[in-house]
């Protein structure tokens, strides 16, 4: 017991020390590429742990499962957070394999770099209970779809992380980003004898929309624009959708029940909107991003945690004889 007891005491003190190298490394990077790092500390990398919905989440579910991906460069297994957590996805995250630290600080010319960066590990994995699954289910799977999307060839910098003059933009333009999320979607948008119709293509996405986590969901509405008589919009929302099941060896756990996100390929997501009652008049739409506090989909009263506008306009009202013509945004 004893020897075992030092080993693991052993380890523990070689990971610490591989981990404080990391930050040093971290802040020679910060110093000598200032722009760079501004850009990055208005990133969600560099707000991964201390973000608000994050934390709340992580409270709730303290995992290690979670801190890997969120605080990687602090040891999984510390349940506090230490100045490693609170650097999110850093310069070394990204730029640095893990065991080359002590050759990079020694370096006198530039560090050695990673050729490529890898996003797959934190951007496509199965739920933390695999092991117990009859059958295997992703929790995120936004590699996946990238490799059936347009956009397969491009890698998940080109648009993240546009090129600069002699860089790329460190912001991480995701999905909390206005811009990038008003080009995501081309949406088609009719009147019907009933409501409304919207058609939804990716229009510049490598992926799924919205993909990633499981908190993520479009919300796609309608309503009359009459303030003589006001009626309750008419709403969906796109989104994976999980409940509790039950495996043949009584094991309770989360399964996937639906996904009618809008496809990675391409392919049209129709939305029909009722509004019977519109008659003629003008008829407001839109697309709107939003970030749930809970993953269980569909709830017309869901907490959010954020909201983003994406595509949106107004239907005018109808004159004698006019037809029911589209519109896009």
Do not use: K, Y
Request: aromatic share 6%; hydrophobic share 40%.
């Amino acid at each position: 017991m004893i020897p075992l007891l030092f080993a693991v005491l052993a380890a523990m003190g070689s990971r610490a020390a591989a981990d404080e190298a990391r930050l040093e490394l971290d802040a020679r990077c910060m110093g000598c590429h200032p722009d760079a790092t501004a850009e990055w500390l208005s990133s969600p990398h560099a707000t991964s742990f201390v973000d608000a919905p994050f934390m709340t989440a992580h409270w709730r579910e303290p995992q290690a499962f979670c801190r890997g991906c969120h605080a990687p460069e602090q040891d999984p297994a510390i349940t506090f957070a230490t100045e490693a957590a609170g650097r999110g996805i850093t310069c070394v995250t990204c730029h640095v394999e893990h065991g080359s630290e002590d050759a990079a600080l020694d370096a006198s010319d530039h560090p050695r770099m990673r050729t490529s960066i890898d996003c797959d590990a934190c951007h496509e994995f199965d739920f933390p209970d695999a092991a117990v699954r009859e059958r295997p289910l992703q929790m995120q799977r936004t590699v996946s779809e990238h490799a059936v999307s347009p956009f397969a060839a491009t890698p998940c910098a080109g648009c993240h992380m546009p090129a600069l003059a002699e860089r790329r933009d460190h912001r991480m333009r995701a999905a909390t980003n206005a811009e990038l999320l008003s080009v995501a979607l081309d949406v088609q948008v009719s009147r019907t004898a009933e409501g409304v119709r919207l058609e939804l293509r990716v229009l510049a996405a490598g992926h799924a929309v919205p993909t990633g986590d499981l908190f993520r969901r479009l919300e796609v509405g309608a309503m009359i624009v009459d303030p003589r008589a006001p009626e309750r919009p008419a709403l969906r929302w796109l989104s994976r959708r999980f409940e509790r099941g039950v495996q043949a060896d009584a094991i309770s756990l989360l399964v996937e029940t639906g996904d009618d996100r809008v496809p990675a390929d391409g392919s049209p997501r129709t939305v029909e909107l009722p509004l019977p009652t519109a008659g003629s008049r003008p008829i407001l739409w839109w697309v709107e991003h939003q970030r749930v506090a809970f993953p269980r989909g569909g709830e017309p009263f869901a907490a959010l945690d954020g909201r983003t506008p994406m595509a949106g306009g107004l239907l005018p009202a109808l004159t004698s004889g006019a037809t029911r013509g589209e519109a896009g945004e």
